[in-house]
């Protein structure tokens, strides 16, 4: 199998599992999304088990990517500024890598806490980076941060979005910026 074919396989899994979930995606579904058979798509990754971990293997890798390119601390600019980029590029993240994201909330007792676990370790060190002299417990306020950062994406999603995504992001940058000087 084509390195194309198995992409095009595992972009129709990731949208599949993200829409149906594991228990309610069938891998004829997403045969027919990929435009390929079951017969192909078993070949290749045997187990419907597998396809979905192969799926999320190949994300977390493509986003662990992107999110450690975020954490850069900018030497010029103060902390309001390094938080409010750091906060606006995971918003960006997250929403290019809503599917994936959407799985590993709604999947989270499937998925190994390894999955999630660099990403608070990684974000909580680059958090004491921007402000050393921190009060807070930088890993609870990764999960804030995400937290966060998946309810404003997951309501821009949404067909009747409750609030501004950019009002909302801008309000909650500000309001912590101001409470962790």
């Given at each position: 199998m084509s390195a194309e074919t198995e992409q095009t396989i595992l972009d129709a899994a990731l949208h599949v599992f993200s829409k149906q979930g594991y228990v309610g995606a069938r891998t004829r579904m997403i045969a027919k999304k990929s435009g390929y058979t079951e017969m192909t798509l078993f070949r290749k990754f045997e187990t419907k088990e597998n396809l979905f971990n192969q799926v999320l293997i190949t994300n977390q890798e493509r986003i662990m990517e992107d999110f450690n390119s975020l954490l850069v601390l900018d030497d010029t600019a103060g902390p309001e500024r390094n938080f409010s980029n750091l906060i606006q590029n995971l918003v960006e993240i997250v929403d290019n890598n809503f599917e994936y994201v959407k799985i590993l909330i709604n999947e989270r007792d499937r998925i190994s806490n390894s999955v999630a676990k660099p990403f608070i370790?990684?974000?909580g060190k680059f958090l004491d980076e921007i402000f050393p002299k921190l009060k807070v417990d930088s890993i609870v306020l990764s999960f804030t941060i995400f937290s966060f950062i998946y309810f404003v994406n997951f309501n821009k999603n949404r067909e009747n979005a409750f609030f501004d995504l950019d009002m909302?992001?801008?309000?909650?940058?500000?309001?912590?910026?101001?409470?962790?000087?």
């Amino acid at each position: 199998m084509s390195a194309e074919t198995e992409q095009t396989i595992l972009d129709a899994a990731l949208h599949v599992f993200s829409k149906q979930g594991y228990v309610g995606a069938r891998t004829r579904m997403i045969a027919k999304k990929s435009g390929y058979t079951e017969m192909t798509l078993f070949r290749k990754f045997e187990t419907k088990e597998n396809l979905f971990n192969q799926v999320l293997i190949t994300n977390q890798e493509r986003i662990m990517e992107d999110f450690n390119s975020l954490l850069v601390l900018d030497d010029t600019a103060g902390p309001e500024r390094n938080f409010s980029n750091l906060i606006q590029n995971l918003v960006e993240i997250v929403d290019n890598n809503f599917e994936y994201v959407k799985i590993l909330i709604n999947e989270r007792d499937r998925i190994s806490n390894s999955v999630a676990k660099p990403f608070i370790l990684s974000l909580g060190k680059f958090l004491d980076e921007i402000f050393p002299k921190l009060k807070v417990d930088s890993i609870v306020l990764s999960f804030t941060i995400f937290s966060f950062i998946y309810f404003v994406n997951f309501n821009k999603n949404r067909e009747n979005a409750f609030f501004d995504l950019d009002m909302a992001v801008e309000e909650f940058i500000q309001y912590h910026s101001n409470c962790l000087q």
